[in-house]
């Protein structure tokens, strides 16, 4: 149980165009679902918290007319990076938060790599 | 200042050996302290997490060990084993929210 999905796992793309990055909950359904960048051999940092039916939060620093989050239900959160350049380029991950007891615990998608030449 | 300090940054262990990775917090509004494994490529899975009011918790090989008082909380892994060789994230929650706070991982790498 508590699998997420993303796709696509990977992307290559052309600077100025838009990219749409899904992430879904495959057994549970998820309220809050969050994304995170990871460049390499780096933490992961946390960019917006999503939560269905609701505008996203970001994180400070994060442009939210570049990347914008749609978390249409409650199993499916998208993240679309607009205009994209080639410091965009890094793995973009999802989270869920899936119930488990009194606590809610994340779990995470596999990652998407962006390459944007 | 929420922060998450994750020592050592890399690691080298024996098969069969204990591999310990640390963690310190400075914010004490923290409830929740997972640690994720990530192989490269993937994305992280949730290993073992601990909450504040028990001082160790132990799964299997894993076992986290949390000091309320020194803001520290540390991963053992016992008898390490090449399928080990990843890296690991511990993390921080704020009270009330989901969402995490990641310490700058730790590369382990397990040699037979």
């Not at chain 1, 796992?9 to 749409?20: D, E, L």
Request: hydrophobic share 35%; charged share 15%.
């Amino acid at each position: 149980g508590a699998v997420v999905s993303q796709h696509p796992s990977w992307v290559i793309c052309k600077s100025g165009t838009s990219v749409k990055i899904e992430c879904r909950s495959l057994d549970f359904q998820a309220t809050t679902m969050f994304w995170y960048r990871q460049f390499p051999k780096q933490s992961l940092m946390l960019m917006a918290t999503s939560n269905e039916g609701s505008k996203a939060t970001y994180e400070q620093g994060v442009e939210k007319d570049k990347f914008l989050i749609n978390h249409a239900s409650l199993t499916l959160s998208t993240l679309t990076v607009t205009s994209a350049h080639p410091e965009d380029s890094s793995f973009y991950i999802c989270s869920a938060s899936y119930r488990r007891g009194t606590y809610n615990e994340q779990f995470f998608g596999p990652g998407t790599r962006l390459t944007v030449l | 200042q929420q922060q998450v300090k994750q020592s050592p940054q890399s690691l080298i262990v024996q098969k069969g050996g204990i591999s310990i990775i640390n963690c310190a917090y400075e914010n004490t509004a923290f409830d929740y302290f997972p640690w994720y494994q990530q192989f490269p490529g993937k994305g992280p899975a949730l290993l073992i997490a601990i909450r504040p009011d028990v001082s160790e918790k132990k799964e299997g090989r894993f076992t986290i060990s949390f000091n309320k008082s020194a803001k520290q909380f540390s991963l053992h892994i016992m008898d390490s084993q090449p399928g080990d060789s990843a890296t690991y994230f511990c993390a921080a929650s704020p009270y009330n929210t989901d969402k995490l706070i990641f310490g700058t991982g730790t590369r382990l790498q397990v040699f037979p």
